[in-house]
Structures are given as C-alpha cells and as structure tokens.
C-alpha cells in the first residue's frame, strides 16, 4: 500500500519564526490534504492540494505530484499554530495518514 | 453548512455499558467514515459507507457495530468494550467523488472506558 512519511516528526518554534513541514508519499495519487489537529482533538482541513500551489492568509502548500512530495509553509507563527499537522493521500477508497508533525509555538 | 457534527463530545462507560455515537452531515455527502485515534497516533479507518451500505469494515471487533440508517447520519454502536478501546473517535464525511474537496471530519468523541 502508499506510504506517507512526514518530517520532522516534531518541531518548537518561536512565535512569529516561519516554518516548513514535509510529506513524501510512495506512489501517485490522486487526492492530499494538510490536516491540522487542535489540541482538543479537531482535525481541521487544511488544504485539499493534489497538486499544485494554494493559500489561505499565512498558510500555504505545494504538491508537486510527479515527485510525490508536498510541502506546507506557516509563516508568521502565532500559539494558536500549536497541534499536530497530518498530511494524507486517498488509496484503495480510504485516506491514508502520515504519522505528523508536531508543532509547539512559544510566546 | 459545512459541518459534521458529532455527539456526544466525551462519554465514559463500563466495561458491560452499551452506548452510540451519532455523527451528522448535511453536505450530501455519499460516503461516510469512522476513524479511531490513540494518543499520539494518526487517525486509523474502521469503517467505511457508500451510500448508506458497508464497503469497508478494517477488520474491527464485533463489540464495535456501525449503522448508517439515512444518507445523513451514521451511528456506532459500543458494547462490552474494553479500557484499551479508550480514544478519540473520529467521524468524516466526503463526496464519492473526492477529486474536489476531500474529506471533512468531525470534532470527535473523546471515549473512556472503565
């Protein structure tokens, strides 16, 4: 089945640095979202970005499927940045989750 | 609207209890997922519906019993659980097609089994 690896596993910031999250992904597909999972536990969507470039205020994403990476910047972090972000990508009729980055944003 | 709303938000139960969680959307959306996540772990797949009939069960106990009774609601149904069934479930709703928008989740039901 696809594999999803995102990197790095964990990250602490300070408010206001930019920053970087991976996903690679082990064969084509069709359908990525960026995740990002509050601490109570909400999986909010993101992104839907199968390929290409998108943005939303400080947050933007890159796919660029035929190297089966995706990229998610934060610019600007703020502490409500904190949680978790997964990456997943659609197989065999179910989504498929990375393991994600977790992030801590420092005031 | 835009959203799928869950309930209840935090259940606590006993091993010989039987509870239902309920998941709604009013999106029209065809397929409908439950997803168990551990702490500090990604969102696993149990179950997943295609208009309103099962096409997916990963393998999961028969203690957990899921129930799709419209296109709009999906239940699951717990009973005899186990404390190592204590997580966040997790419910999402998507179009069959998702090449447009992908899959929307709900804020969850935090589960404590005692």
């Known amino acids: 089945g696809i594999q999803v690896e995102q990197s790095p596993p964990d990250l602490i910031l300070q408010e206001g640095a930019n920053s970087t999250l991976r996903c690679n992904f082990s064969d084509s597909v069709n359908n990525l979202q960026w995740f990002h999972q509050n601490p109570w536990g909400q999986l909010i969507n993101l992104f839907y970005?199968?390929?290409g470039t998108k943005q939303n205020g400080r947050l933007s994403a890159t796919t660029v499927a035929t190297e089966r990476y995706s990229l998610l910047y934060i610019s600007s972090s703020q502490t409500t940045d904190s949680g978790v972000y997964f990456c997943a990508v659609n197989g065999d009729d179910k989504i498929i989750f990375g393991k994600g980055t977790r992030l801590h944003i420092l005031p | 609207d835009t959203e799928v709303t869950q309930t209840p938000k935090h259940l606590v139960m006993g091993m010989t209890n039987k509870k239902s969680l309920k998941c709604e959307q009013h999106?029209?959306?065809?397929?409908m997922y439950w997803y168990k996540q551990k702490a500090k772990k990604p969102p696993e797949l149990m179950f997943v519906?295609?208009?309103?009939?099962?096409?997916i069960n990963e393998s999961v106990p028969s203690r957990f019993s899921p129930e799709c009774p419209n296109s709009s609601l999906l239940n699951l149904h717990l009973h005899a659980l186990q404390p190592e069934d204590s997580a966040l479930y997790l419910c999402a709703s998507s179009p069959l097609d998702r090449e447009t928008i992908g899959y929307t989740f709900g804020s969850g039901t935090r589960l404590t089994v005692v």
């Open positions: 519906y295609s208009y309103e009939k099962l096409s």
């Open positions: 999106m029209g959306h065809r397929a």
């Open positions: 970005i199968p390929s």
